[in-house]
């Protein structure tokens, strides 16, 4: 469903169906999340409710969306901080873990839906990527990217994802999540000898 086409009533149910489906993955995690549930605390039908999001896997990873909407909005009033773009990109990247981190049960139903295979949920994972492409170049300050660009951002996107199951799968802490990204796009922004200094910290045990 576009939501730019919309009905401000239309809106009103969209979003607080999604405000429903974070809490209840906030709180519970996936299997939290019963579609009848959440129709009957954002006050619609459950028809209704699978008209706007025709999975669970699609309503969680729309919640998704919002939030990292809703990032892109705070960057807006408070951009990030630093004089140089990879300290710019460090600042984005670390706002976006906490938000995720303080959520550990919504972050774990999040990933779940993610890797789903469920079809429906394609349209909306594209936007997810495309809305943190955008931030991403904006904190480069790349108003035209290059070919380069888009390659660091489709990179640092895979990074993060893999160091999220990770994270949610208890192999890894909180903190390499941060440790990885910074050291992802240190290596993807810096000059060759920098690059080569990272790559020997990481091969010893990724100490910095």
């Known amino acids: 469903m576009d939501r730019l086409t919309l009905t401000e009533s239309q809106s009103a149910r969209f979003e607080r169906m999604l405000a429903v489906a974070s809490r209840l993955a906030s ?3 996936y299997d939290g999340v019963q579609m009848r549930t959440v129709a009957a605390e954002a006050d619609v039908a459950l028809g209704t409710l699978y008209r ?3 999975s669970k896997e699609h309503l969680l990873v729309s919640a998704l969306l919002r939030q990292i909407s809703d990032l892109s909005d705070r960057l807006a009033v408070s951009p990030p901080r630093g004089a140089e773009p990879l ?3 460090n600042d984005v990247l670390r706002r976006a873990n906490r938000a995720l ?3 550990h049960q919504f972050t774990v139903a999040v990933m779940r839906s993610l890797v789903s295979g ?3 949920v394609a349209p909306v994972v594209r936007e997810v990527r495309e809305l943190m492409a955008s931030i991403i170049l904006s904190a480069l300050g790349s108003d035209q990217p290059t070919d380069r660009d888009l390659l660091v951002t489709q990179i640092l996107q895979e990074v993060w ?3 999220l199951v990770a994270w ?4 890894e802490s909180a903190s390499s999540v941060t440790r990885k990204l910074e050291n992802a796009a240190e290596l993807l922004l810096s000059d060759g ?3 080569h200094d990272l790559t020997s910290t990481v091969s010893h045990g990724g100490q910095r």
């Open 87 to 89: 300290e710019r990109l």
């Open 27 to 29: 709180e519970s995690g």
């Open 161 to 163: 994802m893999a160091s």
């Open 168 to 171: 949610i799968s208890g192999v």
């Open 118 to 120: 469920d079809e429906t």
């Open 101 to 103: 981190q303080r959520q």
């Open 52 to 54: 706007y999001f025709p």
């Open 193 to 195: 000898s920098r690059a």
